[in-house]
């Protein structure tokens, strides 16, 4: 019955959508302004419509409703609660369902805290949003639906597969989905604008806090992906340029070129018309990866389904929606005029050096990813495109990205003066040389991997400080005069330094892991000493431990540090008896400088003797501390004044007092 | 899709372990051109996974061949030839620079270079340009308050 309900709201919502999607447009062409209002509860009842069958399905999975087909081949009864709610999106109708959710609460967010927004532009912003989803709909409806019964009823599920049994993954999809899906709304409002034909300053005001929130929640996704990779995969790599994690990624890169061109359409109303493109780019990059993801055409660990009706459908929907995107800005885009004059050594000038860095590196990994399929299209031939490629090839266009990244922050508007800004770093680049002196000096290896990274990593920081030091006037005025200065710094101006200074801490985990990482490979008998790292690892034991839904065998090595106990980690390897599948779980140790990490292997000789491989891994985290910093920047840069919710209004409101204060002058 | 599931039944089967201690050469300069060879190679009954994190058994095979034409004297690019004359050109994971793989490699900094030229233009293009031009489409009232409302 609960099932039945989720199905009927799922088809109320594709009605919605279809109204929705309609009704607002028509309106906003012959200028019906009741026509256009209803795109507002619409899109509200169409979210509403959805989460009813989304909490219908989930119910179905807490109850372990076995009737329905999609629970019983992906859930258990043994399955822990968390993953019985978080098996709902681990299979492919659910994860369309979360999809849809999410695609609908942006469009219903749009709706609610969309008031300042011209009344036309939300019309039509709402209609494209109400297309998107009804296309999402149908899909869902006739190729994957969720709520489909079987009969016979079995007695119990087929478990969820035990790699995705696991917190990480179990939040990695709703972060990614935030920012891949929350993308749909930026596509929306450009696609609104391109028929108004008018992109203005205020357009790109309101666009930037959507785009800003998608981004930041798709770093978030990304950094738990990346996680999750590292303790649970093997051997604690953290990125492995799977399609999978490429599909998403493109999208953060264009979205984050779409951030920083915003900031150049706002302030300086130019380039609008590359801003739009960028919108439209970084839904269809979305889309795409939904493609990779959905239709199993290139295959791995994370594509679930491999049924081609499904992709033909997905592959229909992106005809259209990067297609008729494309044709109408086309058609439209050369009536946008650029205004703001300005420099090539300028803001404006780093801004554009950031996009093309941005979209190129993008651009490579998109070519990467599918040129084994077009190579296979085109003559047959078996390709692969894989990490070793994708190292090379992407790597330096962040190396230059970091090089001008602090140079083009401090850059004023308009017309700069490299050699001034230059000056203002010099200190920080005779550091930044000193520190990569050292690492080079001290290196054994003479391996330029660790200096040059750290001292990236160093300058990006060091960027920031003296921005904000510039910005403050640190040491040219008295300190109060500093502080109240740091303190008045428009929130949007925190969020940039913080986002910088995260993107430095990313560089340097990186680097730093990369290059000094240790590793151990060797048979361990219990007793064992393994010295790694200036650390001694004892291997005390294996004992075997029965989980919820599986078995594990569980080790014991104690760390020890100058002779002193520094921690115990206890690496398993699990047995999943239902899908019959092994994992293994690593021992991990985190800190702020290093992680240890151990992994136990099988048995030889009886369980005499295990298969061990034990890592020192310096600042690894830093990696993930560095992610969430950069989506803290966009969470700070949200709550700036000026993005809030009739912030415009009120801005209007102050204007007249000051029109009169001027002449009274 | 058949050979796939013939490697994932083969993986559950024998559930082996990346590179095994057994497998390490006692020559260390060895064994480190072994483990950046097996970085290189692709498992291929996996997807995406290279020879070197693979656990199934065809992966152990190749980590051993490696190792074998290694041991015999072979250069790392020797080592490369062999594997691909028996496997194909789908065992490297970093396609080679020839033929139609060129595009692959050198679109990145020909899009760089095609793109920076694009954006220099644009901007050494806009200042006449931008003096000739008003503002499109705005009346006066419309400019006025589009500065109220770009004003910080």
Partial sequence: MIAELGHFALIIAFVLSLGQATVPLVGAQKGWVDWMRLGTPAAVAQFVAIAISFACLTYSFVVSDFSVKLVADNSNSLKPMLYKVTGVWGNHEGSMLLWVLILALFGGMVAVFGGNLPAGL??????????IGAAFIAFILWTSNPFWRMFPVPADGRDLNPLLQDPGLAFHPPFLYLGYVGLSITYSFAIAALIEGRVDASWARWVRPWTLLAWLNLTIGIALGSWWAYYELGWGGWWFWDPVENASFMPWLIAAALLHSAIVVEKRQTLKSWTILLAIFAFSLSLIGTFIVRSGVITSVHAFASDPTRGVFILWMLVIAIGGGLALYAWRAPQMRAEGVFAPVSREGGLILNNLLLTVSCAVVFIGTLAPLFREMYDGQKIS????????????????????????????????????????MIKASVVVFLIMALIWGLSADRSPLAPIGIALAAWVIFGVVVELADRSKLGKAPVSETLRRLVNLPRADWG??????????????????SAWEVEDIRLAAPGDVIEIGGYEVQFDGVRAVPGPNYQADIGRFTVYKDGEVDTVVFPEKRFYPVQRTPTTEAGIHSGITRDIYVVLGDPMDGGVQWAVRTYVKPYANWIWLGSIIMALGGIISLTDTRYRVGAVKRAKQKAPPSAVATPAE | MRWLLIALSLAIASPAFAVQPDEILDDPELEARARDISKDLRCLVCRNENIDDSHASLARDLRLLVRERLVAGDTDDEVYDYVVDRYGEFVLLNPRLTGSNLIIWLSGPALLIIGGALAYSFIRRRPTEALAARPAGLSDEEAKRLAELTKD
């Fill in chain 1, 122 to 131: 939300k019309a039509r912003t709402l209609a494209i949003q109400g297309m």
């Fill in chain 1, 496 to 513: 940039k330094s913080v986002a910088h200074a995260g993107f430095g801490a990313t560089i340097f985990g990186i680097a730093a892991v």
């Fill in chain 1, 385 to 424: 495109v894989g990490a070793p490629f994708f190292d090379a090839t992407f790597t330096p266009f962040m190396i230059l990205l970091a090089i001008a990244l602090p140079l083009g922050a401090i850059l004023p508007w308009k017309r700069g003066d490299l050699s001034k800004a230059g000056k203002k």
